[in-house]
């Protein structure tokens, strides 16, 4: 989960593995995978970066990365 500004300042928590795509229109807008959308104070790159950092922390990263050598023994 990665926590954000919604235009009113106040913070919103959203589900980074849901976050399908980052547009700028000025405002950065969140599209999630259920339709859903969010505008937010943050630019689009401190986003990714908020996205990035969540994943390393949890290790979402790794265990896909493991999957795939698994699959290759």
């Given at each position: 989960m990665?926590?954000?500004t919604r235009l009113n300042g106040k913070?919103?928590?959203?589900?980074?593995?849901?976050?399908?795509?980052?547009d700028?229109?000025?405002?950065?807008?969140?599209i999630l995978t259920t339709g859903k959308k969010i505008v937010v104070l943050e630019k689009?790159?401190?986003?990714v970066e908020l996205?990035?950092?969540y994943v390393q922390r949890v290790g979402a990263v790794r265990g896909t990365i493991m999957s795939k050598d698994l699959?290759?023994?």
């Open positions: 990665i926590t954000v913070p919103i928590t959203v589900n980074a593995l849901l976050i399908e795509t980052i700028e229109i000025p405002e950065t807008m969140l689009a790159a401190d986003v996205i990035t950092s699959e290759g023994s």
